[in-house]
């Protein structure tokens, strides 16, 4: 009996997922790769200025379209009036980051799970540096995204703190937000 | 009188964007380049499972702790069943997807604003693929990001499609969002 069939035996969540569940996932995306293969969405309509706003609902993944949305998910980007806006909503770049956290955090309560780690309280602070001279285009030589972008994690768990550092490794290398920002991810832009 | 002066005293918004108030702060940055640092933030707090939250208020900018925000924003990030959650919220995938699609939207329309292009319509659609066998360790030759995003922009203006192209191409070199996801930004996390 392998490690994780004997957790899942012991007890049915851990991190509040679903212990068999995921091993039932993992052992069908083992049988079959191309159910691990996912298209996400969005639909964005401009209102004015520096507001415009998000439709998410449906998605591919699995082997087939994902219905288990009874209505989509709506979200407001606005700019503060420093930046010409109305505090209409959170900032793009602002919504970056919301996303990087919420990635990093669930990998990391993912693979704590598959290690049978129970994780009591995890928390994290981003801050990111950009120059706007890079996106006013006021300088070329200014780098227009993020610069970089650092995450304090704070994390109580049943382990070591060694087994809380390979996990934290793992988890930046397995992430995927945090590897569509760290590695360069092709952007396709056409006009329709 | 350069174009923008003229654009100015010709009308006061264009674009929903108050154009004095845009030529006012590229003097001001053009005059202190420190004025363009910003530093943008959100903290995250797990709930359980693929669950967790996000508030995003301060930031630093323009060379000041910003205090135009009454309270902070709050965004759910969650799964959907398929994904061991209970859609409690978009994730963070699609987050990132609501994130690009408002900051390619923000800065073309600044842009356009920039050139005197009057925009009467802009949506976007977008799809990403990314293959779940690099999230979950299954097959370390899989990327754990998306592989590819794709932007469908509908956009209305007062201008020739030439115009249109060439604003969409500046757009894609200029937005932030759009630019930390093509280039590989450094994502420092640390434990604390």
């Known amino acids: 009996m392998s490690a994780q069939a004997a957790i899942a035996e012991k007890t049915t969540f851990i991190n509040g997922l679903n212990v068999q569940q995921a091993l ?19 639909k964005n309509r401009w209102v ?40 209409e909503g959170a900032n793009p770049v602002e919504f970056l980051l919301h996303a990087l956290a919420g990635c990093v955090t669930t990998t990391f309560v993912l693979h704590a799970m598959a290690r049978g780690i129970a994780i009591r309280e995890l928390s994290t602070e981003l801050e990111g540096n950009i120059d706007l001279q890079g996106l006013l285009g006021l300088d070329g030589a200014v780098f227009p995204g993020y610069e970089q972008i650092r995450i304090k994690m ?22 995927p937000v945090c590897n569509t920002v760290c590695q360069p991810v092709p952007v396709v832009i056409e006009r329709v």
Chains 1, 2 share one sequence.
């Open 48 to 87: 004015s200025g520096g507001e415009n706003r998000s439709t998410i609902r449906d998605f591919y993944g699995a082997g087939v379209e994902d219905t288990s949305r009874m209505k989509p998910f709506e979200f407001v980007n606005g700019e503060p009036p420093v930046l010409l806006g109305d505090n």
């Open 24 to 42: 039932d996932t993992i052992a069908a995306l083992k049988a079959d790769k191309s159910l691990a293969k996912f298209r996400f969405r969005a």
């Open 154 to 175: 704070h994390v109580k768990a049943d382990c070591s703190d060694e087994a809380l550092d390979d996990l934290l490794a793992y988890t930046q290398g397995h992430s």
